[in-house]
């Protein structure tokens, strides 16, 4: 019974539903909700702390349950967007409404979206990682899939890591940098793969090109389909979600480094250079992203068996809060800085 917690992930759609089928002040239920209401809770509820054991891991990490619950997520995604883009073309929405639907799908887009299509990158099977780059959709950020797994697991943490976090750097400037960085980073990545497979710029195989090209037909599909305006409704959906995604990426290795060896490589990536929640509801809402020191020690676990390990640094609240105290950057400097450890910050001088 205890498995069926991870069907909670399934509420923010749920709201973005409810919002969207009564409007009006309805469609801020989902974002409410989620930087309101969860961060509240979150403030009494205990961190849980206790790892499965080896049996249990082998049990749930063959429990089919656990992927379905993943792969639901692409009709879902897709339906609700169907839904809100189509009930915006058909229906008058004053312009508060309008931000509503594009804050409570991008919500969606970013939750449901950019987070299974994380896990499902990471996945054996070709058909899931195709899943998980169509969930990357909604938020046209289809070049995540090859800047996350061929650039961010390999330089986390480092200076040549456009997704980790500098030291004292505020979350608007890292915005800018990760956005901009990791878009670039990801051609220069499938330029190189291209030269050394011999391929050219159209081959079936320059994934960025076809990205690109899928992306842009999904925007102009939307517009012939539904209405220009919609489309740009679309294009704020996914400006939303992969804003959350950066938010995101900015907790997870805020200020920490690794240190360079003599041989002019970096340590190997350690428990000690993600940022680790134990807070309950994040945990369940992003399937387990917030045991993130775990994932980059081991990349291949599947979400369910993701480990705690207590030398990771510890957020002092759960991914909901933090995010939200990562858009005042004084005050998220005043609480994370001091846990930061002494000679990360030192490495962060170099």
Same mark, same amino acid.
């Given at each position: 019974?205890?498995?069926?917690?991870?069907?909670?992930?399934?509420?923010?759609?749920?709201?973005?539903?409810?919002?969207?089928?009564?409007?009006?002040?309805?469609?801020?239920?989902?974002?409410?909700?989620?930087?309101?209401?969860?961060?509240?809770?979150?403030?009494?509820?205990?961190?849980?702390?206790?790892?499965?054991?080896?049996?249990?891991?082998?049990?749930?990490?063959?429990?089919?349950?656990?992927?379905?619950?993943?792969?639901?997520?692409?009709?879902?995604?897709?339906?609700?967007?169907?839904?809100?883009?189509?009930?915006?073309?058909?229906?008058?929405?004053?312009?508060?409404?309008?931000?509503?639907?594009?804050?409570?799908?991008?919500?969606?887009?970013?939750?449901?979206?950019?987070?299974?299509?994380?896990?499902?990158?990471?996945?054996?099977?070709?058909?899931?990682?195709?899943?998980?780059?169509?969930?990357?959709?909604?938020?046209?950020?289809?070049?995540?899939?090859?800047?996350?797994?061929?650039?961010?697991?390999?330089?986390?943490?480092?200076?040549?890591?456009?997704?980790?976090?500098?030291?004292?750097?505020?979350?608007?400037?890292?915005?800018?940098?990760?956005?901009?960085?990791?878009?670039?980073?990801?051609?220069?990545?499938?330029?190189?793969?291209?030269?050394?497979?011999?391929?050219?710029?159209?081959?079936?195989?320059?994934?960025?090109?076809?990205?690109? %090209?899928?992306? $842009?037909?999904? *925007?102009?599909?939307?517009?012939?389909?539904?209405?220009? #305006?919609?489309?740009? !409704? +679309? @294009?704020?959906?996914?400006?939303?979600?992969?804003?959350?995604?950066?938010?995101?990426?900015?907790?997870?290795?805020?200020?920490?480094?690794?240190?360079?060896?003599?041989?002019?490589?970096?340590?190997?990536?350690?428990?000690?250079?993600?940022?680790?929640?134990?807070?309950?509801?994040?945990?369940?809402?992003?399937?387990?992203?917030?045991?993130?020191?775990?994932?980059?020690?081991?990349?291949?676990?599947?979400?369910?068996?993701?480990?705690?390990?207590?030398?990771?640094?510890?957020?002092?609240?759960?991914?909901?809060?933090?995010?939200? %105290?990562?858009? $005042?950057?004084? *005050?998220?400097?005043?609480?994370?800085?001091?846990?930061? #450890?002494?000679?990360? !910050? +030192? @490495?962060?001088?170099?």
């Amino acid at each position: 019974m205890k498995d069926l917690k991870y069907l909670s992930a399934y509420i923010v759609p749920l709201f973005c539903i409810v919002g969207i089928t009564n409007g009006g002040l309805w469609l801020f239920l989902t974002p409410f909700v989620i930087f309101i209401i969860v961060p509240l809770i979150e403030l009494w509820m205990p961190s849980l702390k206790s790892n499965l054991t080896e049996e249990e891991k082998q049990s749930k990490s063959i429990n089919k349950f656990f992927d379905i619950l993943l792969w639901l997520n692409v009709p879902i995604i897709f339906g609700i967007l169907f839904y809100g883009l189509y009930s915006y073309s058909t229906q008058i929405y004053e312009t508060y409404e309008t931000i509503g639907l594009i804050f409570s799908l991008g919500i969606v887009a970013g939750s449901n979206g950019i987070n299974v299509a994380h896990e499902l990158g990471h996945r054996q099977e070709t058909w899931e990682r195709f899943l998980g780059k169509i969930l990357l959709l909604p938020s046209l950020y289809m070049h995540f899939y090859i800047e996350h797994n061929y650039n961010h697991h390999l330089n986390a943490a480092t200076p040549e890591d456009p997704a980790s976090a500098r030291y004292n750097e505020n979350l608007y400037a890292f915005w800018l940098r990760s956005v901009t960085t990791q878009y670039t980073s990801s051609w220069k990545i499938q330029g190189q793969r291209n030269k050394e497979a011999g391929r050219s710029f159209l081959s079936l195989k320059n994934d960025m090109f076809w990205y690109t %090209i899928i992306q $842009i037909s999904y *925007l102009l599909l939307i517009g012939f389909i539904l209405s220009w #305006p919609t489309m740009f !409704v +679309a @294009l704020g959906i996914g400006f939303v979600g992969f804003s959350l995604l950066e938010i995101i990426n900015y907790l997870e290795h805020y200020g920490l480094r690794r240190a360079k060896k003599k041989s002019g490589r970096y340590e190997v990536v350690r428990e000690i250079h993600s940022w680790n929640s134990n807070h309950a509801i994040g945990r369940i809402f992003l399937y387990e992203l917030t045991r993130h020191s775990d994932h980059h020690f081991r990349a291949n676990k599947k979400y369910q068996v993701l480990d705690y390990h207590t030398e990771s640094p510890q957020l002092p609240y759960g991914y909901p809060t933090m995010m939200i %105290i990562a858009t $005042i950057p004084p *005050l998220w400097f005043s609480i994370v800085n001091k846990h930061v #450890p002494k000679e990360m !910050v +030192a @490495l962060s001088k170099i």
